[in-house]
T-cell receptor, first 111, second 114 residues
Framework: KQEVTQIPAALSVPEGENLVLNCSFT??????LQWFRQDPGKGLTSLLL?????REQTSGRLNASLDKSSGRSTLYIAASQPGDSATYLC??????????FGTGTRLQVFP | SAVISQKPSRDICQRGTSLTIQCQVD?????MFWYRQQPGQSLTLIAT?????????ESGFVIDKFPISRPNLTFSTLTVSNMSPEDSSIYLC???????????FGPGTRLTVT
């Protein structure tokens, strides 16, 4: 069964810290992996997409890495800010086009 | 990228009634997806809707409960039928864009069934 797990489930940190969010998946034959941000009661905002042939992607203070062989991806957030507070979801796409979502990491950054 | 809008943004409905949710995309897309997010949970795919063919439903979801229409390449509707409190969720539509690799999501419809 294809499953996606994220740890930690929740994280509370002071402003300015560098963070690592983890995502693991059971079936390594992925097509791509996508990281999303979800604010409370809102839809999803795509942050980064890593295709299966890539090792990492960067956007501003965000860096996502992918290790297919070990079934892992990490999202690195540099110099965290209160505006980064949200739930972060990773989702894996296999060749069926649908996304399988992880359980999410709820992040709170306090001033 | 793709810009997606959904209507309504939220609704409170009586049990036993039905609600139709609309999803509009600013560009033509082949595949559209409908997801459900129950309170405190992650997203679960309900069905995939391709224009010109019947929607494909995931295990645990049936057409009688969640009928879907896809009349053209920019629009889809999801109906939640004969609602019960267990249907209280956020319903989101999404599309594949960006060369078919990246998924974009609408803002969601927050449904509360009383």
């Amino acid at each position: 069964k294809q499953e996606v797990t994220q740890i930690p489930a929740a994280l509370s940190v002071p402003e300015g810290e560098n963070l690592v969010l983890n995502c693991s998946f059971t079936d390594s034959a992925i097509y791509n992996l996508q990281w999303f941000r979800q604010d409370p009661g809102k839809g999803l905002t795509s942050l980064l997409l890593i295709q299966s042939s890539q090792r990492e992607q960067t956007s501003g203070r965000l860096n996502a890495s992918l290790d297919k062989s070990s079934g892992r991806s990490t999202l690195y957030i540099a110099a965290s800010q209160p505006g980064d507070s949200a739930t972060y979801l990773c989702a894996v796409q296999y060749n069926t086009d649908k996304l399988i979502f992880g359980t999410g990491t709820r992040l709170q950054v306090f001033p | 990228s793709a810009v997606i809008s959904q209507k309504p943004s939220r609704d409170i409905c009586q049990r036993g009634t039905s609600l139709t949710i609309q999803c509009q995309v600013d560009s033509q897309v082949t595949m559209m997806f409908w997801y459900r997010q129950q309170p405190g949970q992650s997203l679960t795919l309900i069905a995939t809707a391709n224009q010109g063919s019947e929607a494909t439903y995931e295990s645990g979801f049936v057409i009688d409960k969640f009928p879907i229409s896809r009349p053209n390449l920019t629009f889809s509707t999801l109906t939640v039928s004969n609602m019960s409190p267990e249907d209280s969720s956020i319903y989101l539509c999404s599309v594949l864009a960006g060369g078919g690799y990246e998924q974009y999501f609408g803002p969601g419809t927050r449904l509360t069934v009383t």
